[in-house]
């Protein structure tokens, strides 16, 4: 039993010394596995540190590499253009040498000049002083010979002298105060009329001189055939609703409205424009629209009575006042805006309201109001001054302005210094130059003037009036008249023109010479 159990024993610590050594090589095996499992790990980072080092370092390199490329062409850059600089600062040297040394031979040669003159200056003074001493020793001898004969002194002689000298002094004296005064007086009158011309052009406004027809842009010529509509309804109930006639002719993408009252023709095309835009013309769309735009335009014209006062810096005026100034940008008198007219006259009798110490509020008020009787209805008989004064009296304007309104073409006799200076107002913006229009005949006329004043001088070949007489167009023949000629030529013109013709603003003279040379080749 004791056997058996030692028996045992020695087996078990066989199999624990067994273990352990079983247990101790597998350890063993596996720390080796590891640790070449480390140093192959340890290897790759390694390997890899190695790699982007280089890598890194190729990065750097080239960083580098470009940063001293960049360096060396800014400074390759500013090498070249202080390079460029300083050549140019050469040239400029070498050309400042040359112009010194130019005007070193200049000065040179002004020396030697000067030396010369100084020279010959000297010979002919010394001559001078000579032959003024022979002068007087013969003047002298001459004096005493004359003495003789005359028997007078010399002294006696030059009292007498002076006293003729003075006579005639005297005349001509008096002579040339006289034509001085008279020049005086013609310079005067022309200085008045300059001026006087300056103040006008100093309160002038633009005009805009207005026709009897307005034309109408379409997009094609089928839009004419629906304005006419079917059998033309369309077109008569337009007429009939606006009081225009509607011409639709030949004239390309384009309809002509006639009317002489300047209102219903703006109705009428601001009416047509709408109804073209819209696409739907009917009788029934057309009286519509009609309707619609004389209250815009009706507003439109209070608005532009208020502007007016406001510019005017008047106030207090009636309503109805108001409505009227603004109806005179639809009127007009011989192609004279009536509300650019009566600013101007406005203007014009407030200036010499207060030259003359009246007060200029009233003195504008009634330059305005003066042809607001021209805005009355048409059909109301009576001259417009009468028609303005009865308005303005219904209105309770002041009576200086309702006199002045009612004398201003001396319907009735004035009352105040206001209404001669408002009649002299009206005058003066309606009489200057280019106010109104001409008729076509003196238009026509004024043009025909022009181009025989132009071909009535010789070397001239043809002569064209254009932009309305505002320039002419001469052409001459080239084998009589030269190009230095025909500068005094086109001077000459125009002053022909300035002194025979009466013409608004200016006339440009172009003279032309041109020179053709032909040859064929065979």
């Given at each position: 039993?004791?056997?058996?159990?030692?028996?045992?024993?020695?087996?078990?610590?066989?199999?624990?010394?067994?273990?352990?050594?079983?247990?101790?090589?597998?350890?063993?095996?596996?720390?080796?596995?590891?640790?070449?499992?480390?140093?192959?790990?340890?290897?790759?980072?390694?390997?890899?540190?190695?790699?982007?080092?280089?890598?890194?370092?190729?990065?750097?390199?080239?960083?580098?590499?470009?940063?001293?490329?960049?360096?060396?062409?800014?400074?390759?850059?500013?090498?070249?253009?202080?390079?460029?600089?300083?050549?140019?600062?050469?040239?400029?040297?070498?050309?400042?040498?040359?112009?010194?040394?130019?005007?070193?031979?200049?000065?040179?040669?002004?020396?030697?000049?000067?030396?010369?003159?100084?020279?010959?200056?000297?010979?002919?003074?010394?001559?001078?002083?000579?032959?003024?001493?022979?002068?007087?020793?013969?003047?002298?001898?001459?004096?005493?010979?004359?003495?003789?004969?005359?028997?007078?002194?010399?002294?006696?002689?030059?009292?007498?002298?002076?006293?003729?000298?003075?006579?005639?002094?005297?005349?001509?004296?008096?002579?040339?105060?006289?034509?001085?005064?008279?020049?005086?007086?013609?310079?005067?009158?022309?200085?008045?009329?300059?001026?006087?011309?300056?103040?006008?052009?100093?309160?002038?406004?633009?005009?805009?001189?207005?026709?009897?027809v307005s034309v109408v842009q379409i997009q094609n010529d089928e839009m004419k055939g629906r304005i006419i509509g079917r059998e033309g309804r369309n077109i008569r109930a337009f007429e009939a609703a606006t009081g225009v006639d509607v011409i639709v002719d030949d004239t390309p993408e384009a309809v002509i409205l006639s009317a002489f009252d300047q209102f219903r023709r703006e109705v009428a095309r601001i009416s047509l424009e709408r109804l073209i835009a819209d696409g739907r013309i009917h009788p029934a769309r057309i009286e519509e629209i009609v309707a619609k735009v004389e209250l815009e335009l009706d507003?439109?014209?209070?608005?532009?009575?208020?502007?007016?006062?406001?510019?005017?810096?008047?106030?207090?005026?009636?309503?109805?006042?108001?409505?009227?100034?603004?109806?005179?940008?639809?009127?007009?008198?011989?192609?004279?805006?009536?509300?650019?007219?009566?600013?101007?006259?406005?203007?014009?009798?407030?200036?010499?309201?207060?030259?003359?110490?009246?007060?200029?509020?009233?003195?504008?008020?009634?330059?305005?109001?003066?042809?607001?009787?021209?805005?009355?209805?048409?059909?109301?008989?009576?001259?417009?001054?009468?028609?303005?004064?009865?308005?303005?009296?219904?209105?309770?304007?002041?009576?200086?302005?309702?006199?002045?309104?009612?004398?201003?073409?001396?319907?009735?006799?004035?009352?105040?210094?206001?209404?001669?200076?408002?009649?002299?107002?009206?005058?003066?913006?309606?009489?200057?130059?280019?106010?109104?229009?001409?008729?076509?005949?003196?238009?026509?006329?004024?043009?025909?003037?022009?181009?025989?004043?132009?071909?009535?001088?010789?070397?001239?070949?043809?002569?064209?009036?254009?932009?309305?007489?505002?320039?002419?167009?001469?052409?001459?023949?080239?084998?009589?008249?030269?190009?230095?000629?025909?500068?005094?030529?086109?001077?000459?013109?125009?002053?022909?023109?300035?002194?025979?013709?009466?013409?608004?603003?200016?006339?440009?003279?172009?003279?032309?010479?041109?020179?053709?040379?032909?040859?064929?080749?065979?």
């Amino acid at each position: 039993m004791q056997n058996d159990l030692i028996i045992v024993i020695a087996v078990a610590a066989i199999l624990v010394v067994l273990s352990f050594v079983f247990g101790w090589f597998i350890n063993s095996k596996m720390g080796r596995n590891s640790l070449s499992v480390a140093k192959e790990k340890a290897q790759s980072i390694i390997d890899d540190a190695e790699k982007e080092a280089k890598h890194t370092k190729r990065e750097k390199l080239l960083e580098v590499k470009d940063e001293w490329l960049k360096k060396k062409q800014e400074f390759d850059t500013e090498v070249n253009a202080k390079k460029q600089k300083l050549q140019n600062h050469e040239k400029q040297l070498e050309s400042r040498e040359e112009s010194l040394e130019k005007k070193y031979e200049v000065v040179t040669q002004k020396e030697k000049v000067l030396k010369d003159a100084e020279k010959t200056f000297t010979t002919q003074k010394e001559d001078f002083d000579r032959k003024h001493t022979e002068l007087d020793h013969l003047i002298s001898e001459q004096n005493v010979r004359l003495e003789k004969i005359a028997g007078l002194t010399s002294e006696d002689a030059k009292k007498m002298l002076m006293e003729n000298m003075v006579n005639k002094a005297k005349a001509d004296a008096a002579q040339s105060i006289k034509e001085v005064r008279d020049q005086a007086k013609i310079d005067a009158k022309k200085e008045a009329q300059r001026i006087t011309i300056q103040a006008i052009q100093r309160t002038a406004v633009d005009h805009s001189v207005e026709s009897t027809v307005s034309v109408v842009q379409i997009q094609n010529d089928e839009m004419k055939g629906r304005i006419i509509g079917r059998e033309g309804r369309n077109i008569r109930a337009f007429e009939a609703a606006t009081g225009v006639d509607v011409i639709v002719d030949d004239t390309p993408e384009a309809v002509i409205l006639s009317a002489f009252d300047q209102f219903r023709r703006e109705v009428a095309r601001i009416s047509l424009e709408r109804l073209i835009a819209d696409g739907r013309i009917h009788p029934a769309r057309i009286e519509e629209i009609v309707a619609k735009v004389e209250l815009e335009l009706d507003e439109e014209i209070q608005k532009e009575g208020e502007n007016t006062l406001i510019q005017l810096g008047l106030h207090g005026l009636h309503i109805e006042l108001v409505k009227h100034i603004g109806r005179m940008k639809y009127r007009s008198s011989y192609g004279q805006n009536l509300l650019q007219h009566s600013i101007e006259v406005a203007y014009l009798t407030g200036i010499m309201a207060a030259e003359l110490g009246f007060d200029t509020n009233l003195a504008r008020r009634a330059g305005l109001l003066h042809d607001v009787g021209k805005t009355i209805d048409r059909n109301v008989e009576g001259p417009h001054a009468l028609l303005g004064y009865d308005l303005v009296k219904k209105y309770n304007e002041h009576p200086i302005v309702v006199n002045a309104v009612g004398s201003h073409h001396e319907d009735i006799e004035m009352e105040h210094p206001i209404a001669a200076l408002v009649q002299a107002a009206d005058a003066i913006s309606g009489a200057r130059p280019g106010a109104r229009r001409e008729p076509l005949e003196s238009y026509v006329k004024r043009l025909e003037n022009l181009e025989a004043i132009a071909k009535s001088f010789e070397g001239v070949a043809k002569t064209y009036a254009i932009q309305a007489g505002r320039e002419v167009r001469v052409i001459v023949e080239p084998d009589k008249v030269d190009d230095v000629f025909s500068d005094r030529l086109a001077a000459d013109i125009a002053q022909k023109i300035q002194e025979d013709m009466e013409y608004p603003g200016q006339i440009k003279v172009t003279v032309i010479r041109e020179v053709r040379k032909i040859a064929y080749a065979k």
